[in-house]
């Protein structure tokens, strides 16, 4: 039975029967379900709508470890603090609880009643289990009654039929049996449950496959780093030495640009890695004028040998978004770009910082190669193909791409010229200003900037 036959079963059954779900608690359930939360929340909201709807006074839910292969109780709701605390030691292998799940005492598919009088004896183990010990004595008045030594015992299965828990009603507040209609509502929430379980597992097993992944990359990048900066160092070297002919010098010279290549690949990818990973840094305001400054400087720094004129252009007072330290390496790979993609031997670039209604927009010009109209849309895109002539991985503008994502920004780019893509390109990127704005984006669904909004203007 999928998901959505379970809860019309639940609603139908609920319009005949006093013991109903509420609406509420039902899409509550559903809620952290469908989000994946974590399975000691989604246990405890069944718990306690099991204790409100169905008149259950204490319950157990136990769940099965992979690794273990035991069960244990996640979820303890109606015992005694002491009682709680024993129930909790408890763990249980499928073949100590067979005998519980025979033919005989299924009342329902995967629902068993376990009576007082099929337990030929009582341990310690049980005792933790009787909410009130000084009625245990007590013979059972009518068939209806529930001893306290009796249980009822709902089978939670996977996706292949295999056990992956079970919810425990181990009293009733009003000393009855359990309805049978009211059962198999119980027995519908532990299917759910029993889905709950296995997407948790799913997500567990995918985010432990990603952080190992993400430290082998860690890794990688890393022990390359560290063999890519002494290589650089023993070439530049030679290469200062000047004691290489002209073949050997132009071969050396090759050789410590594939280097410095290589050592760009690896600072990259962990660029891109650390841009993928939402949480790995804190966000607080930064004032794009101080970052566009110090990204200038470093600019001029990077590339010693080339002529660079740069103009920039801002209003006056603060600038501020919301980012990280990430944003550095956005604009220093937007300004590198300018740079290298201009073969003159003065390289030009305008920057400049506009204010809009509730937007900064940095626009970065320059005075290269340009990029055809065909190639703009892929631009962005990781690996793009690279013009002739030109160094690098290709990865620049995607890692641009993905941190302006990060900052709930937007861009765009154009002809510096426009109409005539060899006079160079011009990149904006709007971002929220940090005062509340960037707000928009998470209640309008559209970006902060809503649906249509492009930082070139209309198409």
Partial sequence: MHSDERVESLSESDASSDHAISVSDMLGILKLISRAEPIDLVLDKVATTIVSSFGVKAL???????????????????????????????????????????????????????????SPSITNEDLDYVTDPSVLSEPRRSPDDWHPLDYMLFLMVDRLGNWIGWIEVDDTADGKALPPDSAHKIQLLADLVGIAVEN?????????????????????????????????????????????????????????????????????????????????????????RDVLVKCISSLKRAFPSRDIVISFD???????????????????????????????????????IQQGAGVWTVSVEDHGIGIPDERKSAVFSRFAKRPEGVSGTGMGLSIVSLLVDRYSGVIGVADRVA???????????????????????????????GSSYSPMGPA
């Fill in 60 to 118: 157990v839910i136990c769940v099965g470890d992979e690794q273990s292969g035991t069960h244990t109780p996640r979820c303890v709701k109606g015992f005694p603090e002491n009682k709680a605390a024993a129930i909790r030691k408890h763990t249980y292998s499928v073949d100590s609880r067979r005998m519980d799940f025979l033919a005989g005492h299924r009342v329902d598919q995967r629902t068993y009643l376990i009576k007082a009088e099929d």
């Fill in 200 to 288: 948790a597992r799913i997500y567990e097993d995918a985010i432990s496959a990603m952080n190992e992944s993400q430290g082998y990359l860690d890794l990688i990048a890393h022990d390359i780093g560290n063999m890519i900066n002494p290589l650089t160092y023993y070439l530049e070297k030679m290469e200062k030495s000047g004691t290489l002919d002209s073949d050997n010098s132009d071969s050396l010279t090759k050789a410590l640009a594939m280097s410095k290549a290589a050592k760009g690949l690896v600072d990259n990818v962990r660029k891109m890695s650390e841009a993928k990973a939402s949480q790995s840094l804190e966000r607080r305001q930064y004032d794009l």
């Fill in 314 to 352: 801002c209003p006056e007072g603060e600038c501020l978004i919301q980012a990280d330290e990430l944003v550095h390496d956005l604009f220093m790979n937007l300004l590198s770009n300018a740079v290298k993609y201009n073969p003159r031997p003065m390289a030009e670039v305008e920057v400049s």
């Fill in 419 to 449: 109409g005539n893509p060899s006079e160079g390109s011009c990149f904006e990127v709007a971002f929220p200003k940090a005062n509340g704005h960037e707000a928009a984006r998470q209640e309008n669904g559209a970006g902060a900037f």
